[in-house]
């Protein structure tokens, strides 16, 4: 089912007139729904049925408080990369508890927060890291939950800047490395070993690298085992991919099923970090176009969001479907490069997008819920933009379009 459809020729976000809210609230825009949030969350829940499992949203791929809320109350927990994920989880009623640590570069005041606030797990990623942890739970005088983040050296088959579970990447622990590291990690007095992480990259479509990498995670786990490090659980990472265009990526289903026959016989609790499979099809940035135009028989339809507000396009050159908010039969289907007012050539949201089309017409770019917003920045001094929860009727303003004055907040004039 989809929330975001078109009726009588206009595009609605669950039961609210996206052209409405772009009049009330201004573009760019992004437009989230509720019940998708919600349904693809509980896809992951149920999925696991009754293994003893924790969803751990990834919050780096939307981090507004409300949607971070709206989690926290159907009981998820959330995989972190960063003190400020944390506080952002704190502040939306999240529950430290149920909170994993991701990232490469954890700096000891993170960890001390993270301690202080008695997360779930610590995902190391390196030994100095494992080191570090240790040192600063000495300090406060606990033990930290650890599981080491293992690099199988599995090719996700994704987009090279989205792959982590390669040696090339900096991601991770070489799953060659990571006995003996648990047995250090063991024998280290204030640390817990709890469990094990892999984590090997984001938009996979098929299952086979996932179960891959489980199988030299299952081939360690059971080394482990037989030097008497028993771990309680294993964390399978995000990455499940969603369908932009015309990828076939597998149900939450489908990988739990998998998942869980070939983990037949053993007693762990199973996490998940799922980011872009509950956000990305929760999400459209609309944006309005500015002006036609045709340079030398190409034509450019330029609109008011831009690689600031939605970077995916220019960084991945990854394809986000673009439709009009409003369909109108008055004019012909052009074929336009969709570009934004920043001042770079790799500007743009789409290419040759077949598009009938006036200046001032609003148009959707669909998918936008994950790696949107959370990625937008303020280059050339765009304020970021606003957004908005549709809720089936109601629409609900969760951030405010900034400021100007914002843009330079904390900026000072020498005197
Ligand atoms: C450690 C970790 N967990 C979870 C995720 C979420 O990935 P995805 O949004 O592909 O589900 C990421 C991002 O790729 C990540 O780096
Ligand atoms: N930002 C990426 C995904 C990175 C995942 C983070 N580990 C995207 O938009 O596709």
Redesign the pocket.
């Known amino acids: 089912m989809d929330y975001f459809t078109r009726k009588e020729n206009t595009l609605f976000a669950e039961e609210c007139r996206v052209a409405d809210l772009a009049k009330t609230y201004g573009t760019p825009l992004y437009i989230y729904s509720r019940a998708t949030i919600e349904r693809h969350w509980h896809a992951f829940d149920d999925a696991a049925g009754d293994q003893p499992h924790l969803i751990c949203y ?1 919050v ?2 939307n981090s507004n408080l409300a949607i971070l809320n709206l989690l926290a109350r159907l009981g998820s927990g959330f995989d972190i ?1 960063s003190k400020g994920e944390l506080a952002r989880v704190l502040a939306a009623g999240g529950d430290a508890a149920k909170v994993v640590f991701s990232g490469v570069g954890k700096k000891s005041d993170e960890i001390r927060y993270a301690l202080e606030q008695g997360i779930y797990c610590f995902n190391v990623e390196s030994a100095p890291e494992l080191a570090r942890i240790n040192r600063v739970a000495g300090e406060l005088g606990v033990k930290a939950p650890v599981s080491l983040r293992v690099n199988p050296d599995v090719d996700a088959g994704t ?1 090279p ?2 792959s ?1 579970g390669l040696k090339e990447n900096k991601f991770g622990i070489s799953i060659g490395d990571a006995e003996a590291l648990y047995v250090k990690a063991d024998q280290m007095p204030h640390l817990e070993v709890k469990g094990i992480d892999c ?1 090997i ?3 996979l479509t098929e299952l086979t690298p996932f179960l891959d990498a489980l199988d030299r995670v299952l081939v360690l786990i059971n080394k482990l085992a037989a030097k008497g490090i028993t771990l309680s659980h294993l964390d399978v990472g ?1 990455g499940l991919g969603v369908c932009y265009r015309d990828e076939t990526p597998p149900h939450p289903k489908e990988y739990a099923r998998a998942l869980a026959e070939k983990l037949a016989g053993y007693d762990l609790t199973l996490l998940y970090e799922p ?2 499979a509950i956000m990305a099809n929760a999400g459209i940035l609309v944006t309005e176009v500015e002006y036609l135009k045709t340079n030398q028989g190409r034509h450019f339809a330029i609109v008011d969001g831009a690689m600031n507000d939605l ?2 396009p220019s ?2 050159q ?1 394809w986000q479907e673009i439709i009009p908010v409003e369909q109108r039969r008055d004019v012909d289907e052009l074929s336009y490069d969709v570009v934004g007012p920043v001042c770079e050539t790799g500007d743009f949201l789409g290419k040759g997008r077949l598009l009938a089309i006036k200046a001032g017409d609003l148009l959707a770019v669909r998918s936008a819920g ?2 949107g917003f959370t ?1 937008s920045s303020n280059y050339n001094s765009r304020p970021r933009a606003a957004e908005v929860l549709a809720d089936k009727d109601t629409c609900h303003l969760i951030r405010k379009r900034e400021s100007l004055a914002q843009l330079w907040q904390g900026e000072s004039i020498l005197p």
């Open positions: 990834a780096k791929a990369v987009h800047y989205i982590t984590h990259g984001s938009q995000g980011g872009r970077l995916r960084l991945y990854s994950a790696y990625m």
